[in-house]
């Protein structure tokens, strides 16, 4: 069942809580292992006044399959489930099914996730320098947890002597939000890394260099005792759980965090791994062996036919941003589906218009 909860009202007297209402816009997707199954909500941080720290919401709770809230209209066609797209519109003042395939990104029909996926990666914005407001924001708030972690993933880094000279632009993303919402955030960039260097990763962010006099312990952690190693690793995830600065929620908690319990099961269940003849071998042979396809000849469609399609001006089409076009379509694809009493010719005919277009102007 959908959980929405209370709006949460923000002082107008001071310029940073003017900030944090124009950052706090975006949602975000979470996981959570319950028992043998994955359970997903759409939840957004906000800030909580009385408790002086960030905090979040549960905006709708999608249960262990999004898949089932995303309904196919035709191979390269869907649309959102209704009241989740309500939920949604309540809490953002654009377009929800834009933030929707966003979140939901990874549950989308592949061919819809691969050309979404090749337009983000096309679409580039010159960051801005940080603002009085996102330092004093970045200083107190972002902890050298956090920055140990963005550093490694951004460099591959395990020497990080210099973590302090990096631009702190870097750590932009994690403005303006509650410890969950960093968590996985933080979770979703840790799929770049490789299994085989996960445990030298943790090592690095738990900066478990500290209790080792070798020389080679910045660089080379598997030259070390690895029973000292557990040891180390240890005490620091205890200390890291008990320290309410990092969590944010000034409750003590006894057991282990559910942020933290993967990082010790990766610990525990990996290596570390150097390189070898067989994985440079392999790597070699993989490179050697890799294919090329010419892409599909595309069916060419005039703008009379799109004009037709739409049931719109060629010239209105053109000047339609992208989340536009998007929401026109779906609009006529409900219309013209055959599930809806429509022609089945005139919705084909729609669905190769608007690839076309979406061609033409955002590729």
Known sequence: MPVRGAVTNLPDNSSLQNNYRKQLKSMYLSHTVVGLSVRYSIRKSFYDETEDSYTYREIYDLGDKPSEYIERLADNAFCFNEELEEAVSLECKGDPTVVLED????????????????????????????????????HKNIHIFDRRRLYYIRYGAVDQSRIYRVNEKLYRPLLYKCRDEKEFYI??????????????????????QKDFSESYSAFMPEALI?????????????????????????????????????????????????????????????????????????????????????????????????????????????????DSGGEPERFIKLLAAYEELKRKLFS
């Open 187 to 208: 979770k979703n960039l840790e799929r770049s890394l490789k299994a085989v260097d996960f445990k030298k990763y943790i090592y690095v962010i738990f900066n478990l």
């Open 226 to 338: 690895q029973k000292n190693i557990d040891d180390s690793f240890l005490r620091e995830v205890c200390r890291l759980n008990k320290d309410q600065m990092f969590w944010q929620d000034g409750e003590y908690s006894s057991f282990l965090r559910y942020h933290l319990r993967d990082y010790v099961m990766r610990f525990f269940d990996s290596d570390f791994q150097g390189r070898s003849f067989a994985y440079d071998y392999y790597r070699s042979f993989r490179s050697q062996h890799r294919n090329f396809r010419w892409p599909e000849r595309r069916e060419k469609i005039s703008d009379d036919e799109t004009s037709e399609a739409f049931g719109e001006k060629i010239d209105i089409l053109r000047s339609l941003k992208k989340s536009e076009l998007a929401r026109l379509f779906r609009r006529k694809a409900k219309e013209h589906h055959p």
């Open 103 to 138: 979140l939901l990104q990874e549950f989308l029909p592949h061919e819809e996730m691969r050309r979404g996926s090749n337009f983000r990666r096309r679409s580039y914005r010159k960051l801005s320098v940080l603002t009085p407001d996102e330092i004093e924001e970045l």
